[in-house]
């Protein structure tokens, strides 16, 4: 988890309200990834981005927006259209050269929605 | 379609026997294989990878996995299981890289719990 924070570690949302999960890293890596976790299913991927104000959709991404002003940062925003945000969010860095391979986690957040 | 299938929810084993976690994989191209562990609440740490070459791959905390392309399969072992070792484990797979397009995109398995007793 070192050198990647999320922040909250938990956050309860109502209804209707849109909340901002925040990532920062300072590993100076370029690439940045959104998963969101269920029970049962794994992680999916939500957005990327490699390259900063760029970033793409993944399997997931209705319901979620992103930005990417700074290496250091990509929040994610869940919006009311997101129909069952209750989950727990990951956030992951890799490096586009040398160890390009391999993504690392931070901590995580976990959202529920009263 | 690409996937990764765990096949067992969760493994028991009683501590100090070896243990396996099972994990099969149907992708395009040479794959990039994964091993992350996840313990309760945290993000999930990285233990090893496959890319090219010997197919016994070693990582952390004493685990290894072994590539075996025929049975598109990669196993993770460990000769003495720790009760320290009970975690979620996850098998992740990244198709042979679309050079121009997304890189680094990673398919995970659902994950199999494994729980040493002692």
């Known amino acids: 988890d070192g050198g990647i924070t999320q922040s909250p570690k938990y956050l309860f949302r109502k209804e209707g309200q849109n909340v901002t999960l925040s990532c920062e890293q300072n590993?100076?890596?370029?690439?940045m990834y959104w998963y969101r976790q269920d029970p049962g299913q794994g992680l999916r991927l939500i957005y990327y981005?490699?390259?900063?104000?760029?970033?793409q959709k993944g399997d997931i991404a209705e319901g979620y927006s992103v930005s990417r002003e700074k290496k250091e940062s990509f929040p994610l925003t869940v919006t009311s259209a997101q129909k069952n945000p209750t989950a727990f969010y990951l956030c992951?860095?890799?490096?586009?050269?040398?160890?390009?391979?391999?993504?690392?986690f931070g901590p995580g957040t976990r959202l529920t929605v009263l | 379609a690409q996937s990764v299938a765990q096949p067992e929810d969760q493994v028991n084993v009683a501590e100090g026997n070896p243990l396996t976690v099972k994990c099969t994989y149907s992708?395009?191209?040479?794959?990039?294989l994964f091993w992350y562990v996840q313990y309760p609440n945290r993000g999930l740490q990285f233990l090893l990878k496959?890319?090219?070459?010997?197919?016994l791959v070693k990582g952390s905390y004493g685990f290894e996995a072994e590539f075996n392309k025929s049975q598109t399969s990669f196993h993770l072992k460990k000769p003495s299981a720790l009760v320290s070792d009970s975690a979620l484990y996850f098998c992740?797979?990244?198709?042979?890289?679309?050079?121009?397009?997304?890189?680094?995109?990673?398919?995970f398995g659902t994950g199999t719990l494994l729980a040493v007793q002692p």
């Open positions: 992951a860095t890799a490096p586009l050269a040398g160890d390009a391979d391999t993504q690392y």
């Open positions: 590993l100076n890596h370029d690439a």
């Open positions: 981005s490699q390259i900063v104000n760029d970033f």
């Open positions: 992708v395009s191209g040479n794959p990039y």
């Open positions: 496959y890319i090219t070459g010997d197919n």
């Open positions: 992740a797979v990244r198709p042979y890289m679309n050079y121009g397009g997304a890189t680094n995109k990673l398919i």
